[in-house]
């Protein structure tokens, strides 16, 4: 099992950006899918979650600019990020997490804010 993140990148404040995260040996359609982000010294921070049937919950500090969305024919989960600012600079990394399963994380990728 494997998830592979991609679309992270360098851009500068006010800018956007796409997250995906695909899923290997995996069927997305039955796992609750989130998004995470850490910046160095500090813990991992939960920064959206969509349910198996849809439902989206967002940290406050992305609400109204982040929106996290999942294809199940595509196997892939996507976080789209607006109006980004310094403060999102970070590595982002998705989580899918189903009963009786293991957590299955990926690697991350690095999601810079320029001024």
């Not at 592979?4 to 006010?14: R, T």
């Amino acid at each position: 099992v494997q998830l592979v993140e991609s679309g992270g990148g360098l851009v500068h404040a006010g800018g956007s950006l796409r997250l995906s995260c695909r899923a290997f040996d995996l069927t997305f359609s039955n796992f609750i899918l989130s998004w995470y982000r850490q910046t160095p010294g500090n813990e991992r921070e939960w920064v959206a979650r969509i349910s198996v049937g849809g439902s989206t919950d967002y940290a406050d500090s992305v609400k109204g600019r982040f929106t996290i969305s999942r294809d199940n024919a595509k196997n892939t989960v996507y976080l789209q990020m607006n109006s980004l600012n310094v403060e999102d600079t970070a590595v982002y990394s998705c989580k899918a997490v189903q009963n009786g399963r293991p957590v299955y994380w990926g690697q991350g990728t690095q999601v810079t804010v320029s001024p």
